[in-house]
């Protein structure tokens, strides 16, 4: 047991890689500096938690971008908000049964209220979400998506 929570508290605190597959913790300013890069690189960020149907049936189509946009400028990054004390059992074998390769960041920042606004001022807390921005273009979408309206969102930024 206690070897157990210390490979759970090293993969939270740590960047791993599980075959191909990157994940790494993120905290609320590290957060919060993510959704405001500068450059001319389109961030598509997903907010998601495997206990979430509507995430759960959108998310192949993150990683559906990841693969056909991974030659451009543009970078997908799927961040859970499921527990961090469920990241060994739950998102890792989830990660893995879906074949997602597109970066995954663990969400350390429980504390939701204290950050969500920053992330985006209109953002009730609900997933799915996503934020599609480049620079100071940004669209922030709380709703579950399409593929085709994944698309047509990422071209109202990516051009």
């Known amino acids: 047991?206690?070897?157990?929570?210390?490979?759970?508290?090293?993969?939270?605190?740590?960047?791993?890689?599980?075959?191909?597959?990157?994940?790494?913790?993120?905290?609320?300013?590290?957060?919060?500096?993510?959704?405001?890069?500068?450059?001319?690189?389109?961030?598509?960020?997903?907010?998601?938690?495997?206990?979430?149907?509507?995430?759960?049936?959108?998310?192949?189509?993150?990683?559906?971008?990841?693969?056909?946009?991974?030659?451009?400028?543009?970078?997908?990054?799927?961040?859970?908000?499921?527990?961090?004390n469920q990241v060994d059992r739950r998102v890792i074998p989830f990660l893995e049964e879906k074949g997602i390769s597109a970066e995954v960041k663990i969400m350390t920042d429980t504390d939701y209220n204290s950050w969500i606004d920053r992330v985006d001022p209109s953002w009730s807390g609900a997933i799915p979400a996503t934020l599609i921005y480049q620079g100071d273009r940004r669209l922030f979408l709380e709703k579950e998506l399409t593929y085709n309206e994944l698309i047509n969102n990422l071209h109202q930024i990516h051009m």
């Open 1 to 84: 047991m206690k070897l157990q929570i210390i490979i759970i508290f090293l993969l939270i605190l740590t960047h791993i890689d599980l075959a191909g597959q990157s994940v790494g913790a993120i905290d609320a300013e590290e957060l919060i500096a993510l959704t405001t890069q500068a450059g001319d690189t389109t961030y598509v960020i997903n907010f998601w938690a495997t206990w979430c149907s509507p995430c759960v049936k959108e998310i192949g189509y993150f990683e559906k971008l990841h693969q056909e946009y991974k030659n451009q400028k543009l970078k997908v990054i799927l961040v859970s908000l499921d527990f961090p």
